[in-house]
């Protein structure tokens, strides 16, 4: 029954790219979501098995397809290299959503209009104002996930900031000095989903041992995003938690500076960092701030001169007009945190610093 469900919304988000395509082509039109949606009543009577999904599921396919115009007309004016939409072939339309309505919860069950009772194991009980539920095909397997309202619960002010350095070998250097390392287990699945690709790039495309090859990197690129994902939750919990404002580099100024490969590997990584430590500061109360990166690695923390020949390699700082002596990273962290601190405009947490020589980098 999911399954139709998304047969039928792939098809009907399908037709409905087509439609805005044709349209755009023969007749200079353009077509929205809210146009396409007068025509669903239409759509139920000349195909039957339309009626078989609740209505404001097919409005939302309907929506996303003018999401995806949206981003597309977006980069267009950014002067990206933008992707026209796409048609969505069997394996890529993975989900259908309940925007408002037409759902309901229990510990055991889920209900759903137009499917009806589906058993679950609810993971932990939902709390707040449920909004929308999405289900959702993964590998095989079938998730419900809710959105939900809460309250923000604000925590006790620390007094405490600090800068965080995003690094390669390590996940992050603070400016407190510690070095926060990517969890092993995390490295070793890194490690076998290379194996893994590598074996599926030797597989005959389209034969049973590919297709069993490509179901075991799907499954282990799930572990690794989870394990990724679990490991981000935690270390931006653990910042969130300890201090009032937390600095660091704001990646998109620092994409077009650097250049530097592996930095830019890690920016996916990076950017869900970043978005959770963003919305855990909104719900604690807490302060994120993106500063400029520019430099960071070659400014002394102890007197401001700024120049290449300081960072004298990956790890070691020495500056040369003043002889301080430092960890790169740990430097590259201190001088993270200056410069958020000239744009904190609570007084109280000002007052509250704790600035070991702190000045601001230039
Ligand atoms: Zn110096």
Same mark, same amino acid.
């Given at each position: 029954m999911l399954l139709e469900q998304l047969r039928l919304c792939r098809n009907l988000y399908n037709?409905?790219?087509? $439609?805005?395509? /044709?349209?755009?082509?023969? !007749?200079?039109?353009? =077509?929205?979501?809210? /146009?396409?949606?007068?025509?669903?009543?239409?759509?139920?009577?000349?195909?039957?098995?339309?009626?078989?999904?609740?209505?404001? =599921?097919?409005? /939302?396919?309907?929506?996303?397809? $003018?999401? !995806?115009?949206?981003?597309?007309?977006?980069? =267009?004016?950014?002067?990206?290299?933008?992707?026209?939409?796409?048609?969505?072939?069997?394996g890529w339309y993975d989900s259908i959503c309940y925007p408002q309505s037409g759902f309901s919860v229990s510990e055991k069950t889920a209900y759903f209009s137009k499917i009806g009772n589906i058993r679950i194991r609810l993971h932990r009980p939902l709390s707040g104002k449920v909004k929308t539920a999405t289900i959702t095909r993964d590998c095989g397997e079938w998730y419900v996930s809710y959105v939900c309202e809460v309250e923000a619960a604000p925590l006790p002010a620390t007094g405490s900031q600090v800068g965080v350095d995003m690094g390669t070998t390590y996940f992050c250097i603070t400016s407190d000095g510690e070095f926060v390392e990517n969890p092993r287990h995390f490295q070793r699945s890194m490690k076998a989903l290379r194996v893994k690709q590598r074996s599926l790039s030797r597989k005959k495309r389209g034969s049973n041992r590919w297709k069993k090859a490509k179901a075991a990197v799907a499954k282990l690129h799930r572990k690794v995003a989870r394990q990724r994902l679990d490991f981000h939750h935690k270390t931006a919990t653990k910042l969130i938690?300890?201090?009032?404002? =937390?600095?660091?580099?704001?990646?998109?100024?620092?994409?077009?500076?650097?250049?530097?490969?592996?930095?830019s590997i890690h920016d996916v990584g990076w950017g869900q960092f970043f978005s959770l430590l963003a919305v855990k500061a909104v719900s604690a109360g807490r302060q994120v701030i993106r500063v400029d990166p520019k430099y960071t690695s070659q400014a002394c923390n102890k007197c401001g001169h700024t120049c290449r020949e300081n960072r004298v390699s990956q790890s070691r700082f020495v500056c040369v007009a003043c002889g301080h002596t430092a960890n790169a990273d740990h430097n590259a962290a201190l001088n993270i945190l200056a410069r958020a601190l000239p744009s904190v405009q609570n007084v109280e947490v000002m007052r509250g610093l704790r600035s070991p020589g702190l000045q601001s980098g230039e």
């Open positions: 037709a409905a790219l087509q $439609e805005r395509r /044709d349209a755009y082509r023969k !007749a200079g039109k353009t =077509v929205t979501a809210y /146009d396409q949606m007068k025509y669903l009543t239409e759509i139920k009577a000349a195909l039957p098995e339309y009626k078989g999904v609740y209505s404001q =599921v097919l409005q /939302d396919v309907l929506k996303r397809l $003018e999401k !995806a115009f949206q981003g597309f007309f977006r980069r =267009v004016k950014a002067g990206q290299t933008p992707g026209y939409p796409r048609f969505k072939g069997a938690r300890e201090n009032d404002l =937390v600095a660091h580099e704001d990646l998109n100024v620092s994409g077009m500076g650097k250049g530097n490969l592996a930095r």
